[in-house]
């Protein structure tokens, strides 16, 4: 069946601009996770979402960086104001349910460079 | 907080040689852990993974066993292949709780020569 996708896979834009990130999760995984990989940090948790709950925020960086999942599924990442630090490959991953022993799914990720 | 630490790559080695990557982990809980691979361009997937204290994982001929006395998860191979070549995670996370996101170590990459 079909993994988790995102998309653009690469996004190159200007300092100060907003960017959008996509993920689609696996059909039927209720938990999703935006991680970010980048160099010296390695992968860091950003989000996390739980079907209609509040998401947990704790991992976000700055308030630069916001999330939503509409109807329990689809989740944009935005980053408001890119700076180059912001550089780095965003990971997004789902699993079946939290709190189980369910395996976290990874997508492809979004490369993006702040130029 | 809770932590993960992995030793430093690169790691190089000849094809049919020992691995050993070395993990430890600072917990206030009983997290489960955990190997991820990430295969050069392609994503992360999970290696394996033990959920409780002496419990052993393993899969492609990768083994770790989670050492509560020593806060270890070691991952091990007795012969590597040149396909294992790739960068390898360790993380931990908690299950029964409400959350569940995985925390990582920084990654080591294995580079293997035939």
């Known amino acids: 069946g079909a993994g988790v996708s995102q998309s653009p896979s690469n996004k190159v834009t200007e300092k100060g601009k907003d960017v959008e990130l996509r993920c689609d999760p696996i059909?039927?995984?209720?938990?999703l996770y935006w991680y970010r990989q980048s160099l010296g940090q390695g992968l860091e948790f950003l989000i996390y979402?739980?079907?209609?709950?509040?998401?947990?925020k704790s991992g976000l960086p700055s308030d630069r960086f916001s999330a939503e999942r509409t109807g329990g599924s689809v989740s944009t990442l935005t980053i408001q104001r890119t700076q180059q630090e912001d550089s780095a490959v965003y990971l997004c991953?789902?699993?079946?349910?939290?709190?189980?022993?369910?395996?976290?799914?990874f997508g492809p990720g979004t490369r993006l460079t702040v130029t | 907080g809770d932590s993960v630490t992995q030793m430093e790559g690169p790691v190089t080695l000849s094809e049919e040689a020992c691995l050993t990557i070395n993990c430890t982990y600072t917990a206030t809980g009983y997290p489960s852990l955990f190997w991820y691979v990430q295969y050069p361009g392609e994503g992360l997937q999970l290696l394996l993974k033990?959920?409780?204290?002496?419990d052993k994982g393993s899969n492609k001929g990768f083994e770790a066993t989670y050492r509560k006395e020593t806060t270890s998860f070691h991952l091990e191979k007795g012969s590597v292949q040149v396909s294992d070549s790739a960068v390898y995670f360790c993380?931990?996370?908690?299950?029964?709780?409400?959350?569940?996101?995985?925390?990582f170590g920084k990654g080591t990459k294995l580079s293997v020569k035939p």
């Open positions: 993380a931990l996370t908690y299950y029964g709780g409400s959350q569940g996101n995985l925390i």
């Open positions: 059909s039927g995984h209720t938990a």
């Open positions: 033990a959920t409780k204290a002496d």
């Open positions: 991953a789902s699993s079946l349910y939290p709190g189980r022993p369910y395996e976290q799914y």
């Open positions: 979402f739980q079907g209609n709950s509040a998401p947990d």
